[in-house]
């Protein structure tokens, strides 16, 4: 399976820009289910200077300096990623065979392996995710009982954000307090997997945030528009002696081929597409703009330029 995708972030300013720094993390990562066969980004106005480096977390990060005046900002990254279903499918099978149960989990975590090392530091409260409430606790542990295997438990709980929270736009923010989307049960995409990683923190689980793309589809009998995309959030936990397992709260699926990872981190700031500093004055008007787009379909796609939104059938929400 090969995807061609295209990010485009856009600042519009109020007033003039002197200079700015920005960070844009918008090559998608590579591992052994996910191949990047292409990549490249646009930036308007002409860079000053650029240079580009990985983070702690495997992140590709670009750095980026502007210096001449300029009253708008636009950054685009095209990259075409090929997807392997077979490894999906295996790794996914390996998951399960080799899972644990969560009282086996919780020996293993407190004791020193090197194998766990790494998982470890998502164990921690991090800005955007704090340790969940005595009522969160409560809530997840419904899921998660001491002889009940880790990726069953997880895929149940899961499917309980699925049923029990409300997908509803414009509720929050990334900034939105994981209590508060907890008592109200809404949110979106990057809201339900904060949530899902505070409560799995905070009952002894490393977890951490998935950040991407999704492939989606037009109502039958529609054609897809260019643009009718958006970035994706979902969350993975460490099974010890298994490894990392990726669950998608947002639609209720374990994410296959039609995921596409950007990359990953503690929450939504260690992999937000772009972050900077300007210097100047006034307010901003921030846009996006995402396509996802099967190979076999971009000869059709060609011509097409509208910026129009198209029903989406698989829940998403920008995430810039």
Request: glycine fraction near 4%; charged fraction near 25%; charge should be negative.
């Amino acid at each position: 399976m090969i995807y061609n995708i295209y990010h485009k972030t856009s600042f519009d300013y109020q007033s003039l820009v002197s200079f700015s720094h920005n960070i844009a993390r918008l090559k998608p990562k590579e591992f052994p289910c996910q191949k990047l066969l292409e990549f490249s980004m646009e930036v308007e106005p002409t860079l000053y200077e650029s240079h580009e480096f990985l983070d702690i977390f495997g992140n590709t990060n670009t750095h980026m300096l502007i210096r001449e005046p300029h009253q708008s900002l636009s950054v685009i990254g095209r990259s075409k990623v090929e997807i392997s279903e077979e490894l999906l499918e295996q790794r996914i099978e390996n998951l399960r065979k080799n899972s644990m149960t969560y009282a086996q989990a919780m020996e293993r975590l407190s004791q020193f392996n090197a194998e766990d090392l790494e998982a470890k530091q998502f164990l921690f409260e991090s800005k955007l995710i704090p340790n969940g409430s005595q009522a969160i606790k409560q809530y997840v542990l419904e899921s998660f009982h001491e002889d009940r295997d880790l990726f069953e438990a997880t895929e149940e709980f899961m499917g309980r954000i699925f049923h029990d929270f409300e997908f509803l736009s414009g509720f929050s923010d990334v900034t939105t307090p994981v209590e508060k989307i907890f008592e109200a049960k809404k949110g979106v995409c990057q809201d339900f997997a904060q949530f899902a990683i505070s409560a799995l923190r905070t009952i002894g689980l490393p977890a951490k945030y998935m950040s991407g793309y999704i492939e989606t589809l037009p109502p039958e009998g529609e054609e897809k528009l260019f643009g009718a995309d958006a970035s994706h959030a979902w969350f993975s936990v460490y099974i010890p002696n298994a490894g990392w397992a990726e669950f998608d709260p947002t639609n209720n699926i374990i994410p296959k081929e039609q995921h596409i990872l950007l990359g990953s981190g503690r929450d939504y700031h260690d992999i937000s597409p772009l972050k900077g500093v300007v210097f100047s004055s006034g307010n901003s008007k921030l846009s996006v703009m995402v396509d996802v787009r099967r190979e076999e379909a971009n000869i059709m796609m060609q011509s097409q330029s509208s910026s129009t939104l198209s029903g989406i059938q698989i829940q998403t929400q920008s995430q810039q």
